[in-house]
């Protein structure tokens, strides 16, 4: 709802410098609402200076945007952080199955943590709205297909998606102390766009592609991935926060058409109008045989379903890397 309908509402947004962080500021600010950001500038798992580049475009079009530099496991700050806001959406966090085993510490303290520090404090405040950005990965190998948002999802592959899951486990615990809070868990399935994390396969493989480079590709290119565009993922975050019911409930939020990644590598030729060349390797340790969402939960509570084809999706990432590329 644009805010000319309602009151101007202020939010907290949590690793809004990220790549999905960016595109729901920029959707937040441009209905009218107002913005809060807190964010470390995170060196990891891609580089500084790519946040302050998202915050300096988010700045110049809305000088109104507030960033608080600070990390969401500080206690101090946490209350300071959520006075005045109507709610929080809470994306900050280590992102990346791949870099967690090399540091799994690092990503229990900000994933599972962060979140529970963050959600004690809005607890604390009388908040009504804390919406947690939750991811595929929790669903691991041993789910039956397509995932539902009520399986166990108790057997991680990477200490990222254990460190997902256990941020879902302390909210839904913690909830018990404030049963009308809204707590939706929305579990994210590979996010592209423009502004993707630059080691994401989608952007680093059009890269490649766009330049003439090889692309290397895990396995034989039979796992599949249900890839999402930042578009839907951020109407879904938005359509939550909107009509999520009291305590903690997760939702899908996928595609729900999974493609293999030979199939991507062929769509991803067509949209930048190249032949590819694949190198094969084997696949990492902590990447999953496949994901797929069932979204029907998402569709029948929320009233969300994606819009963007893959098609259509690329198209938007290729167009991004050009403008990029022409402007550099
Ligand atoms: N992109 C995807 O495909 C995907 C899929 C599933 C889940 N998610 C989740 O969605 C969220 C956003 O993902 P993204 O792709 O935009 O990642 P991103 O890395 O671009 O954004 C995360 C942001 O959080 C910030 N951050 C990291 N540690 C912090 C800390 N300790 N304190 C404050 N800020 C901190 C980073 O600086 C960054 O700006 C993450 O929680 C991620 O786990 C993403």
Not at 56 to 84: I, Q
Not at 147 to 165: D, F, G, Q, T
Not at 283 to 305: H, K, M, N, Q
């Amino acid at each position: 709802m644009p805010a000319s309908e309602r009151d101007a509402r202020l939010w907290l947004v949590t690793g809004g410098l990220g790549f999905i962080g960016h595109h729901l500021c920029r959707a937040l600010l441009s209905r009218g609402d107002s913005v809060r950001v807190v964010d470390d500038y995170s060196d990891a798992p891609y580089p500084t200076v790519l946040k302050m580049r998202n915050e300096e475009e988010l700045r110049r079009e809305f000088p109104s945007f507030e960033v608080v530099r600070g990390c969401v496991t500080d206690r101090e700050l946490a209350p300071r952080l959520l006075e005045g806001t109507y709610g929080v959406l809470h994306l900050a966090g280590l992102a990346g199955v791949r870099p967690s085993f090399a540091d799994p510490a690092r990503y229990a303290r900000v994933n599972t943590e962060g979140t529970a520090t963050l959600l004690d404090a809005a607890q604390r405040q009388g908040l009504e709205l804390f919406v947690l950005a939750s991811s595929s990965s929790v669903y691991g190998n041993a789910t039956p297909l397509p995932a539902r948002e009520e399986a166990p999802a108790i057997v991680p592959e990477s200490p990222y998606a254990a460190s997902k899951r256990s941020a879902e486990l302390v909210a839904s615990a913690m909830l018990r102390k404030t049963p009308s809070m809204r707590c939706p868990s929305l579990r994210f399935f590979t996010v592209y766009g423009p502004r993707q994390r630059p080691e994401m396969a989608i952007t680093s493989f059009l890269r490649a592609i766009l330049a003439g480079k090889p692309i290397t590709v895990f396995g034989d290119g039979t796992m599949r991935r249900d890839f999402t565009h930042v578009e839907d993922i951020v109407r879904g975050v938005l359509a939550a926060a909107e009509k999520a019911p009291a305590g903690f409930r997760p939702y899908n939020l996928g595609s729900g058409a999974p493609v293999t990644l030979t199939e991507l590598v062929e769509a991803m030729g067509k949209a930048a109008s190249r032949t590819p060349t694949v190198v094969h390797a084997p696949v990492p340790l902590g990447d999953v045989d496949a994901t797929f969402a069932d979204i029907s939960r998402a569709r029948e509570e929320l009233g969300w379903s994606p819009r963007l084809t893959l098609t259509e999706g690329l198209a938007t990432v290729v167009r991004w890397l050009e403008s990029e590329r022409t402007s550099t």
